[in-house]
C-alpha cells in the first residue's frame, strides 16, 4: 500500500508525529491544527474502536482517503468525493513575486481563509509546513502552502485567491512556487481538490499534476 492511500494516517504515524494525539491505531491532529483523524487500517473495526476512544462518543473526526466506509457504530455524512493529484518531475517553479508567510501574516491569512474558503483551516495550521502569498497594495490576496506530509511526499493546500483577483492565474503561480519548494526538498508534492471542481483539477494538470485517485472527505460521528 502506498502511503498515499491513507495519507493522514502515513502523515500522524511519520512526519507529523509531532502534532499527533494517539490511542492505539488511530491518531488525529490537535484540532487547533487541523481537524483531520486517521485509523491505521480503515477496513478493521478494532481500529475505529480506538478511533471512537480517542475522540470520545458523540464526537466527530474529518477523514480523508480511497474507499471510507465506517464500520457500524458510526454516523457518517457521506463525505465529499474528490481526486488526489500527484506532481509530475515538471510541478513546480520558483515566484520571485512570492512572500513567505508566518505568524505574523496569521490575521491577514485567516481573513483571506474567510473571504475564500479553500477548505479546513485552522489558527494554526500555518504549522505544518510552509506558506506564501501576494499582496497587491500591500493587502494579502492570494495564498498557497503545504498541509500533510507523509514519507517522500507533501501536500499542497489552502489554494486561495481574493475574488476581485481571481482570473490573474495568482493561485497557480503559487502552486507551483510552493511545490518548487517540495522538491527542493527531495520531494514529490501532492495535493487533492473536489470531484466537481472542474476548474481546479483543470489548473492543475497544467501546472503537471497527473490524476492519481479517487477519495472521499468525510465527516463521521462516534456513536
Known sequence: MSVLDNPVWAALS???AGHADRYGRSARYDP???PFAA????TDESAWDDLRTLIGPGNRALLAGPGLTPPPGWVSDGGVPGVQLVG???A???DPSAEPLGETDLPEILDLVARTRPGPFRKRTIEL???AGIRRDGVLVAMAGERMRVPGYTEISAVCTDPAY????????LVA??????????????????ADNVGAVRLYRRLGFSPRTEVRFMSATAA
Open 14 to 16: 511519520g512526519p507529523h
Open 88 to 90: 509530475t518531475d515538471d
Open 39 to 42: 485509523v491505521d487500517d480503515p
Open 177 to 194: 512556487h510552493v511545490a518548487a519548494g517540495i522538491r527542493g526538498r527531495g520531494e514529490v508534492p501532492f495535493l487533492h481538490a473536489a
Open 129 to 131: 509546513g510552509v506558506y
Open 92 to 94: 513546480g517553479a520558483v
Open 32 to 34: 487547533e491544527v487541523s
Open 166 to 173: 481571481r482570473g490573474a492565474g495568482l493561485a497557480g503561480r
